[in-house]
């Protein structure tokens, strides 16, 4: 069981370094709700890396999902349901207090393959 656990870790890391988001996304997203729409607002704070050109808030959301989907993120809950907010799980948590700065790491050439193999894996 170990072992399972250091792999998902390590892939959620690889994840985490490799998306267009910067620390200052994660520790707002520690205390409250984000949607794709207030970080492409707010994208001069959230996304750092000037190799990622985003231009819509889809392909924000489709970084949450994947984020999602590993179990960095999840959906926040009002009292209607499901929102368009995400919040960080307890697995991002651990993630950050190891290293705060993650978020902020270049990712090397081989995670970068490495995450786009996984991506395409479990989206398909």
């Not at 072992?3 to 490799?18: F, M």
Request: overall charge positive; some cysteine.
């Amino acid at each position: 069981m170990e072992l399972i656990d250091k792999h998902i870790i390590n892939r959620s890391t690889r994840a985490i370094k490799c998306l267009p988001l910067n620390s200052d996304f994660y520790k707002d997203v520690k205390v409250s709700g984000l949607s794709a729409e207030k970080v492409l607002e707010m994208k001069d704070k959230y996304i750092e890396r000037p190799l990622f050109q985003i231009s819509k808030s889809e392909k924000i959301e489709n970084n949450f999902l994947w984020l999602i989907k590993i179990g960095v993120l999840r959906r926040e809950v009002d009292g209607q349901g499901l929102t368009s907010k995400v919040r960080l799980t307890p697995l991002g948590r651990i993630i950050l207090e190891k290293n705060p700065n993650i978020a902020n790491q270049k990712a090397t050439p081989f995670e970068l393959f490495s995450n786009w193999v996984f991506r395409k894996l479990l989206n398909t």
